[in-house]
């Protein structure tokens, strides 16, 4: 019932990808391939900072750095690989991220922090 009441909140869709080798002759390659398709989820944005420490010139100054914290929501069923790419389509924009943390997994859902992606590392 609760997972229920979770996946009811999911208003977004998601493409997931994996970078994976595979061998051509003698030599390896990699390639992207698409793990899963349209799959219901939930992103969600918050705001956090980091406090920083810099010596500049032998004086220390604080500075305060503000992080944008991207958490996408998914079903139980799915299995996300570490460094997994993800197109989500949000409001009607599909924006690309890329997987930066381990996936945290609990009974109803799935938790994800992600990062906006640039290109396969």
Request: glycine letters at 4%; hydrophobic letters at 30%; a neutral charge.
């Amino acid at each position: 019932m609760v997972k229920n009441d979770i996946e009811s909140l999911y208003t977004d869709l998601c493409n997931i990808y994996e970078y994976e080798e595979y061998t051509e002759g003698s030599v390896t390659k990699h390639r992207e391939i698409k793990k899963y398709s349209n799959i219901k989820c939930r992103i969600s944005y918050s705001t956090g900072s980091i406090f920083n420490k810099r010596n500049t010139n032998e004086e220390y100054t604080d500075a305060y750095k503000l992080k944008e914290n991207i958490k996408l929501f998914l079903p139980t069923n799915i299995k996300v690989k570490e460094g997994s790419k993800f197109e989500v389509t949000h409001n009607g924009a599909v924006i690309v991220y890329c997987k930066s943390s381990a996936p945290a997994v609990y009974n109803n859902h799935i938790e994800i922090y992600l990062d906006n992606y640039k290109e396969w590392a």
